[in-house]
């Protein structure tokens, strides 16, 4: 498994539990596999730490640098590298595939058989170059076969999504007569795939292709058979495809939400009924329409710029989603701006920001991962901070070292979300950990007053419901529903968001 991170470490460590096989996980990062080795995890996944320990512990999974001897011993060798945006253009970056194909061409030796699998999401094509880079790389009389293997895994359940997931693609170097193959027609045996079987592709009847899809086939049966996903076989292309469109299709469920949350602010709608109803709808369904300040993370930002960057380069732009993408990044600055106007209150005069406190609760993409790339709430802070506020930021599991690298010193960050309320003009609810509604639950509307300069809440992701904030002397701003005030006097009828209405 070359890489170590989310994809490469979560599959490696799964594949070495449900298939019991042997796995090498490889990185160039020696501190990293240094600390694997020490059973220290190099990211926050719940779950990971156990799997990894146990599967270490039984002799099934291990760590090393030495790339060019995990290679040569391995049946399959899976490509599990970083493909960031590319700066300038948003295309993904894939020069550390490129990289790694390089590596593992020179690697390979003969006489035996190696299924390569990249595991790593890339554009439409990516597969056709590793095949070229590994043949004009690798030994006289190599045998091999390039397959690709997109992952579905969310960070936060990326365990659980590995080992039941709703479905396996599987990209081939062939048209494809069946797409779906039930793994249960195919033997239960073990696969030791660090057990490398020489076979000779010069021998008769030797079918590369054939062997792949075999190796494939034995390598998920284990995880088919327990979770009853289908397993499908395509063509290379529609495998690379399938993962960036799956992803511009969830970032476009998540901006709709957003935007239909806008419009029910101004006519007095709360979005968490609208979306529960037409999620209910089994063509929908309710997952991705959660209104909040915008999607981030590691992948739908990056691959809908991909995607986008891949249909203008064929002539076949995807309007859709440089439509979502444009809205996302609009969506990030509305919601700094409407904390600001939080701030400032009845003035709306955004230099009045300067110098007032702003609790910071969340700073992650989401909860359940330490995972700050590309975060609407980092994203948020950086402009809060440029209107001259000053931030206190809590978050239960972002590395405070990387806060610091993206943000520098401007922003204090705390280890509760007590720290982070106190002396705050407003606090800011931008992560939706349970830990952060447990903590203020906790305190309860007096004993989270008192820390605050002024009791003003603002919850981009609807932890609370507005009622639960009525007659408790605070003002409740949320996404897409009607704000409670401090003044009772107030109706929640009449309560419109006006914030939004400044922005109009």
């Known amino acids: 498994m070359i890489g170590t991170g989310y994809v490469g470490l979560v599959s490696g460590a799964c594949f070495a539990d449900a298939a019991h096989c042997c796995v090498v996980c490889v990185d160039s990062n020696a501190q990293k596999i240094d600390a694997l080795k020490r059973g220290e995890m190099p990211i926050f996944e719940p779950g990971l730490a156990d799997l990894v320990r146990r599967n270490v512990q039984e002799g099934r999974l291990s760590f090393s640098t030495d790339l060019a001897a995990a290679v040569r011993d391995a049946q399959i060798v899976f490509i599990a590298v970083g493909t960031p945006s590319r ?139 327990i979770s009853g996903a289908p397993v499908l076989f395509t063509n290379v292309e529609e495998a690379e495809l399938v993962k960036y469109a799956a992803n511009a299709f969830l970032a476009m469920k998540l901006e709709f939400a957003n935007e239909i949350a806008d419009l029910c602010e101004v006519a007095g709608a709360d979005i968490s009924v609208v979306t529960h109803a037409i999620g209910l709808d089994a063509r929908i369904g309710p997952d991705y329409l959660q209104a909040g300040p915008g999607f981030g993370g590691s992948c739908l930002p990056k691959d809908t710029r991909a995607l986008a960057r891949i249909a203008q380069e064929l002539w076949r732009p ?121 903590a203020c639950d906790a305190l309860g509307p007096e004993g989270l007053g008192s820390l605050m300069r002024h009791r003003v809440i603002f919850d981009a992701r609807n932890l609370w419901r507005p009622e639960d904030w009525l007659h408790s002397g605070f003002t409740y701003h949320s996404i897409g529903r009607p704000t409670i005030y401090a003044d009772t006097a107030a109706s929640f009828a009449d309560a419109s968001v006006h914030t939004t209405q400044r922005l109009r």
């Open 87 to 225: 700066r300038g253009d948003g295309h993904a970056d894939l020069s550390y595939v490129f990289r790694a194909a390089e590596a593992i061409g020179k690697s390979l030796r003969s006489p035996g058989f190696t299924l390569i699998v990249n595991k790593s999401t890339v554009p439409v094509g990516t597969a056709r170059r590793v095949r070229e880079l590994v043949q004009r790389n690798c030994a006289p009389g190599a045998s091999f076969e390039v397959v690709s293997n997109p992952e579905f895994l969310r960070q936060g359940t990326a365990v659980q999504d590995f080992m039941y997931p709703e479905r396996v693609v599987i990209g081939m170097w062939e048209n494809r007569f069946q797409r779906q193959h039930e793994c249960t027609a195919f033997s239960s045996a073990p696969l030791h795939l660090h057990e490398r079987r020489f076979v000779a592709d010069t021998e008769p009847g030797f079918d590369t292709r054939k062997n792949a899809q075999t190796l494939m086939t034995q390598l998920y049966t284990p995880i088919a058979r």
């Open 318 to 438: 995807c309007r859709l989603v440089e439509t979502v993408i444009e809205g996302n990044e609009a969506r990030k600055r509305r919601i700094a701006q409407r904390i600001a106007l939080a701030v400032v209150g009845n003035s709306a005069d955004m230099n009045h920001v300067y110098g007032r406190c702003i609790g910071v609760l969340g700073l992650t993409f989401k909860a359940h991962t330490d995972d700050t790339r590309d975060s609407p709430a980092v994203f948020i802070v950086r402009e809060l901070v440029e209107l001259g506020a000053k931030v206190r930021a809590y978050d239960p599991q972002a590395n405070h070292r990387e806060v610091h690298q993206i943000l520098g010193d401007d922003v204090e960050l705390v280890c509760s979300a007590q720290e982070a309320a106190r002396g705050a003009d407003v606090l800011a609810v931008l992560t939706e950990w349970p830990e952060i509604r447990q």
